[in-house]
């Protein structure tokens, strides 16, 4: 008997018919959203030993304009505005979303759509712009867009430098540090980004890498290093085996 391959064609679900494009309901729209966000949560916690924060935090919808030099900054920002409550927009290269996706039910907006992240900062979030218009080197601030400072004027928000480092220091998984800036101009941004991320790269030279910033409140409560995990297994380990 010949075997006929069989072609899967995605369904969109509608009341009495059934139509290309999904292969689940639309009525379960939330649940997925919410899956989605609950990974990304999840990753950051299992994947970072913690994410601090320091400065003041602006009230309402701003544009928040972060150095952008670590794949995990854009998840970093949703968690924390998550934590928060705060609703969350994020600007994003067409590559990017072709790439991902489901991150536009997480807020992701087209960076060739200015509107619609226009009316997200209007209407309360925080709209994440990279200062630097994509993912860059670790080191020194480079070329910064124009983008943040035309946005957070148009919507008539604040707009908040902020100094971001995703590093690995003195424990096994990496940290996440975050530098809220006071709200600047367009004009200002560059240099108050700047600044704030020199005083963020001293407070990393000059600190013991084992311990966490002096200063910088910790805003989640991720798993911490697996070796920090293991320590106490380790140690009932040495009793058991007469190593202490």
Same mark, same amino acid.
């Given at each position: 008997?010949?075997?006929?391959?069989? %072609?899967?064609?995605?369904?969109?679900?509608? @009341?009495?018919?059934?139509? @290309?494009?999904?292969?689940?309901?639309?009525?379960?729209?939330?649940?997925?959203t919410l899956g989605l966000g609950r990974m990304?949560?999840?990753?950051?916690?299992?994947?970072?030993?913690?994410?601090?924060?320091?400065?003041?935090?602006?009230?309402?919808?701003?544009?928040? +304009?972060? +150095? *952008?030099? +670590?794949?995990?900054?854009?998840?970093?920002?949703y968690d924390l505005c998550a934590a928060l409550g705060q609703p969350y927009s994020?600007?994003?290269?067409? %590559?990017?979303?072709?790439?991902?996706?489901?991150?536009? $039910?997480?807020?992701?907006?087209? /960076?060739? =759509? !200015?509107? !619609?992240?226009?009316?997200?900062?209007?209407?309360?979030?925080?709209?994440?712009?990279?200062?630097?218009?994509?993912?860059?080197?670790?080191? $020194?601030?480079? @070329?910064?867009?124009?983008?943040?400072?035309?946005?957070?004027?148009?919507?008539?928000?604040?707009?908040?430098?902020?100094?971001? %480092?995703?590093?690995?220091?003195? =424990?096994?998984? !990496? &940290?996440?540090?975050?530098?809220?800036?006071? @709200?600047?101009?367009?004009?200002?941004?560059?240099?108050?980004?700047? *600044?704030?991320?020199?005083?963020?790269?001293? /407070?990393?030279?000059?600190? /013991? !890498?084992? =311990?966490?910033?002096?200063?910088?409140?910790?805003?989640?409560?991720?798993?911490?290093?697996?070796? &920090?995990?293991?320590?106490?297994? +380790?140690?009932?380990?040495?009793?058991?085996?007469? /190593?202490?």
């Amino acid at each position: 008997m010949a075997l006929v391959a069989a %072609r899967l064609i995605p369904v969109r679900f509608l @009341p009495g018919r059934l139509l @290309p494009g999904r292969l689940i309901p639309a009525r379960l729209d939330p649940l997925v959203t919410l899956g989605l966000g609950r990974m990304v949560r999840r990753s950051v916690r299992d994947g970072l030993r913690g994410v601090w924060i320091r400065g003041a935090l602006p009230v309402g919808g701003a544009v928040l +304009s972060p +150095s *952008h030099q +670590s794949w995990w900054d854009g998840y970093v920002l949703y968690d924390l505005c998550a934590a928060l409550g705060q609703p969350y927009s994020v600007l994003m290269t067409a %590559r990017q979303l072709d790439n991902f996706p489901f991150l536009k $039910r997480l807020g992701a907006i087209p /960076d060739s =759509q !200015p509107r !619609p992240a226009l009316r997200a900062a209007q209407s309360g979030a925080w709209v994440v712009v990279f200062a630097e218009g994509a993912l860059r080197p670790a080191g $020194r601030l480079g @070329p910064l867009r124009a983008g943040a400072g035309w946005l957070a004027g148009r919507a008539g928000v604040p707009l908040v430098p902020v100094a971001l %480092r995703v590093t690995l220091r003195g =424990q096994q998984q !990496p &940290e996440a540090y975050l530098r809220f800036g006071a @709200p600047t101009d367009a004009t200002g941004l560059e240099a108050a980004l700047a *600044h704030e991320l020199a005083l963020l790269d001293a /407070d990393l030279l000059g600190s /013991d !890498p084992e =311990q966490p910033l002096a200063g910088y409140l910790r805003f989640s409560a991720p798993k911490g290093s697996q070796n &920090e995990r293991l320590a106490g297994a +380790s140690r009932l380990l040495a009793r058991i085996t007469g /190593d202490l």
